[in-house]
């Protein structure tokens, strides 16, 4: 399939030295015939080749041409192409009809009459201007043609008396071969229809025209020599053509099998197979959606030679039949492509549905999507088909449609549906912002085999810079069972871990890149043997934000809850590794942290501070000993309150019940309202500051759960 030939103006797959896949050799055949026999009937005559646009009309006459040229041996037709587009005018194109009889004939003294006739014969009914562009003269011929005009026997009548004399004299035919003379203007046809049947009307000289019937008829109810007539604009080509030569039908079983030829040679050029899995779902899209319309070879050309012009970088990159379906609609409905840009975050379920369709049913948002689709120009009858080529695009769509839909598969396969996916379909490569499968998949070959490379490094990179996507993209490599450096990776993570400029995403913002790392480390430390998470975990560790990091995943794994609470009380029926790792992890975080006892609370850092709500999660008791030990010597509750909890969380409230417990399992709530009691039992002071206000607003928050913990005063 390597020679399939995607860009000229040939339709692949259907060459000489090939199978003749759409018939057009066998009818080539039958078309030579047939001038054979118009030949020995009759001196000159006018056959026309007549089928609908893109049905194969110049894949015949390039065959019919190519063979009478391949079989010429001094006896047989002799061929003269006119291509009516090439002229400006109507002068010139009726010039250039003689012109081309004459640039036919054999160039040797037995033609030189006839050649001298023809070009006489052009020359008598061509303009003095026209005849010195179409025939050559210099400025001493011009002056000579006047001068022959003046003085000489130069009628039209009679110069065409002249050339029939010559050409009567030969021996050979002439083969006037014509396309597309449906694109003419209805002054251009009638002219060609002129020349072919009156003016043109010479022994030896045959004509083969082309054309779609319908727009011919079309054209000529346009002229006022038809007028607004079908019946009359038939009785028109009646006269002038004598033969009619109807392209044979393209039948649904020769579309079907030009269809699996192209998609073969495509493939192949890329170097790609299908999957079973793909194999049908693109026979599930071809049958339903896109097999009326590819109908015509030039239908399935300009397809497949977008699929292939198109497909490039992106091989391996994305998913092949999601690509072929983007293509479709690109190529047959652009409008509705540009939909797809416009509407990328309702698409891949990225968006905030708006209140107006926070409660909208599938047929409603279908009906939207009809009338975006009417308005972007899709015809009638092929709204469904649409509408079924996005359902099995994009899950909102296909759920909307009443099938199931699993975002997880759509990601997967890389399917546009995913917007990690989504733009190389839409920019026809990979982003600069975007990762290579290749690069990818390099680098955590790289990071399994500790052999640092670029493309390890751009990973990392991205893992800080694009969190969000490159997690995702690590937990689909998890999903398909891709064997992953998962040491490798968390300690990369833990290196990360603070350094994250990944802006949140999702509803509000929600979805930080914390977040999403912590996600992923808690399923990567799943993925290891329960015997090699305690090391690992230290590991992690072994900075401050490696310890933040490992003692969260180390919640998430050790409990059922997504969040950083309820906090964790060691139970007798935990295994032994996660005794071990809460042990080294509570070692490390009481490295980091020792030096923040040497200075006031209200010097305490970010860092610092989210070490101490860390802590809680792998020794409380160890964390709540060494607070208490501050609190005795350097640090005050309040002062410590205050640090703790950030003076803004709206719209949750300054001390909820996952907050309560977290400042239990840090210092002990009996401790901490002992040592405040005072405080919470004198009426509230009005603020001096900003800080006081704080302070205030801790206190009446404590007071609250205090009067609401059962056997307080």
Same mark, same amino acid.
């Given at each position: ?37 118009? *030949?020995?009937?009759?001196? =000159? ?97 011009? %002056?000579?043609? &006047? ?26 035919? &002439? ?7 449906? *694109? ?11 020349? &072919? *049947? ?10 083969? %025209? ?21 019946? *009359? ?7 002038? &053509? ?24 495509? $493939? ?201 996507? %490159? ?17 490798? $990776? ?21 979805? =930080? ?111 709540? =000993? ?13 002062? $410590? ?73």
């Amino acid at each position: 399939m390597a020679d399939a030939h995607f860009f000229n103006d040939e339709p692949f797959l259907d060459h000489e030295e090939g199978p003749d896949l759409l018939g057009h050799g066998q009818y080539a055949q039958h078309v030579l015939s047939l001038l054979d026999r118009v *030949r020995a009937q009759t001196e =000159t005559g006018v056959l026309a080749l007549i089928g609908p646009w893109g049905s194969g009309k110049s894949s015949v006459l390039g065959k019919v041409t190519r063979r009478l040229r391949e079989t010429e041996n001094g006896e047989g037709w002799l061929i003269a192409e006119l291509n009516p587009w090439l002229y400006s005018d109507l002068e010139s194109l009726t010039q250039a009809l003689f012109s081309e009889i004459r640039e036919a004939l054999p160039k040797d003294e037995r033609w030189s009459e006839a050649r001298k006739k023809i070009g006489g014969f052009g020359r008598a009914i061509s303009p003095l201007g026209k005849a010195t562009a179409v025939f050559g003269l210099d400025s001493e011929g011009l %002056i000579q043609e &006047v001068s022959n005009r003046v003085s000489g026997d130069t009628s039209a009548s009679a110069a065409k008396r002249r050339a029939e004399e010559a050409l009567r004299k030969t021996d050979r035919p &002439v083969l006037v071969v014509m396309d597309d003379l449906d *694109r003419l203007t209805p002054e251009e046809l009638l002219v060609i229809f002129k020349l &072919v *049947r009156l003016v043109g009307h010479l022994p030896g000289v045959y004509y083969l %025209i082309s054309y779609d019937e319908r727009t011919l008829l079309d054209v000529l109810q346009r002229s006022e020599l038809v007028g607004n007539s079908e019946p *009359r604009a038939r009785e028109f080509l009646e006269k002038i &053509v004598q033969v009619r030569l109807d392209l044979p039908a393209f039948r649904e079983r020769d579309a079907d099998l030009l269809v699996d030829r192209s998609l073969a040679a495509v $493939l192949a050029s890329h170097n790609l197979t299908l999957t079973p899995a793909e194999q049908q779902r693109l026979s599930e899209a071809y049958y339903q959606h896109l097999q009326a319309r590819l109908r015509t070879p030039r239908a399935i050309k300009r397809f497949f030679g977008q699929a292939d012009a198109t497909l490039g970088q992106l091989t391996g990159n994305v998913d092949i039949v999601d690509f072929l379906l983007v293509t479709f609609l690109r190529t047959s409905e652009p409008h509705a492509y540009q939909l797809l840009w416009q509407h990328r975050a309702e698409l891949t379920g990225t968006s905030v549905d708006l209140p107006s369709r926070s409660d909208e049913r599938p047929e409603q948002r279908i009906d939207r999507w009809r009338t975006r689709l009417q308005d972007a120009g899709v015809a009638e009858q092929h709204l469904t088909s649409v509408i079924g080529l996005l359902g099995m695009l994009f899950a909102p769509l296909r759920q909307a449609l009443g099938y199931g839909a699993n975002t997880q598969a759509i990601a997967l396969r890389r399917g546009i549906g995913s917007i990690d996916y989504f733009d190389r379909y839409m920019v026809f490569g990979i982003p600069d912002d975007d990762l290579p499968e290749h690069t990818f998949d390099t680098a955590l070959q790289q990071l399994a085999e500790g052999t640092p490379g670029t493309e390890a490094d751009e990973l990392l990179l991205r893992l800080r810079d694009d969190t969000q996507r %490159i997690t995702r993209r690590i937990q689909y490599k998890r999903a398909a069972g891709t064997p992953l450096p998962v040491a490798s $990776l968390l300690e990369a993570a833990a290196q990360q871990y603070g350094h994250l400029t990944a802006a949140p995403q999702g509803v509000f913002g929600l979805f =930080t890149a914390d977040r999403a790392m912590d996600f992923l480390t808690r399923d990567l430390l799943t993925d290891l043997a329960e015997r090699e998470r305690p090391a690992i975990l230290q590991t992690m560790a072994e900075t401050p934000n490696g310890a933040i990091l490992a003692a969260r995943t180390l919640q998430r794994v050790t409990t059922r809850n997504d969040s950083d609470g309820p906090d964790h009380t060691q139970a007798a029926a935990d295994p032994d590794w996660i005794s071990e790792a809460r042990s080294l992890i509570s070692h490390e975080i009481a490295t980091h942290i020792a030096p923040a006892a040497s200075r006031p609370v209200d010097e305490l850092t970010e860092l610092e501070i989210t070490l101490l709500w860390a802590w809680r999660h792998t020794a409380s008791e160890a964390t709540r =000993t060494w607070i208490n030990q501050q609190l005795d010597e350097t640090w005050t509750p309040l002062g $410590l309150l205050a640090v703790l909890l950030p003076p803004d969380r709206a719209p949750f409230p300054l001390i909820d019940n996952d907050t309560l417990q977290g400042l239990d399992a840090l210092i002990g709530l009996e401790a901490l309202y002992s040592c405040l009691g005072p405080l919470l039992n004198a009426p509230a002071a009005e603020p001096a500051s900003p800080q006081d206000e704080h302070q205030t607003r801790i206190l009446q928050a404590l007071r609250e759960h205090r009067g609401n913990t059962p056997g307080s005063e």
